[in-house]
């Protein structure tokens, strides 16, 4: 098999057992912080592994980045935590749809970043995103499980958003496995005190899945993504990406037996299409500026 196939199937799979994480917020009886410490702590080691195996540093480069990470940590454990409580609140479906403003959010966020200035399709794709987003909405109550749930899902997208942007412009000379493994070490430690007794004390067949969560479906899949980004180009990662609330949604219909009505499914078709138009579109704007820098 070419390796670029061999890539493009490698990446699916990857994103798939991403698109699993959301059942687990469901089958393992923990709130949302303990499950994402399990899920952290165990990524974490099998991460680390990996680096070791392959021979790579360890350290860092200077004082400054390990700063950085552990900002990244810091806010990427609170999007994982969020991340979890939406789908707990609401259903698999409704917070993985919700995850899926970032790309949104990370175009509105970008001119902040970058020299980038929104065009009106920017604006078209955020306005349709809301609609999907309103029609998601079962009634205008913010004490609904579903509209909590979207909300909280929507804090997870922008804090998501704004990691991604930190790691792009701050810490892009390392690894996506090196950065996850420092990321991973940091929300170990930040949420190690507020673990409880339950988790302590807990069955062993919840630790057996917090181990899945955290090799299977969190260290793999970065693992994963990491080796088909040297014969895959990130727009293809992003587009295939885009895929993962929809694996997620099947996922739940199949093993929670989860029944999204057809207003859900209308406007999650109407978040995800708009994630994937923008992250389409940014790769190709991405590469008329190199063309138009290099000419």
Known sequence: MQ???KSLWSLHFAIILLGITGLFSKIIPLNALEITFGRSIIAFMALLCFVVLQGRKIRLNCLKDYGIAILLGAIMSVHWITYFASMQYSSVSVGMIALFTFPIITVLLEPFFEDIRLVWQDILSAI????????ILPENSIGNNVTQGILIGIVS?????L???LQRKYFNHYSGVQAMTYQTLIISICLAGFISVD???ADYTIYFYLIILGTICTALPHTIIAFT???LR???FSLIACMQPLYGIIFAMLVLHEEPNLQTLLGGLMVISAAFYETFNASKLHKANQLQNSS
Do not use: E
Not at 128 to 135: H, S
Not at 157 to 161: E, I
């Open 128 to 135: 349709i995103v809301v609609i999907g987003i309103l029609l």
């Open 157 to 161: 997208a922008f804090l998501y958003s």
């Open 3 to 5: 390796p670029i196939k």
């Open 163 to 165: 990691r991604n942007l």
């Open 229 to 231: 980004l040297i014969h």
């Open 234 to 236: 990130a727009k293809t």
């Open 199 to 201: 988790m302590i004390n």
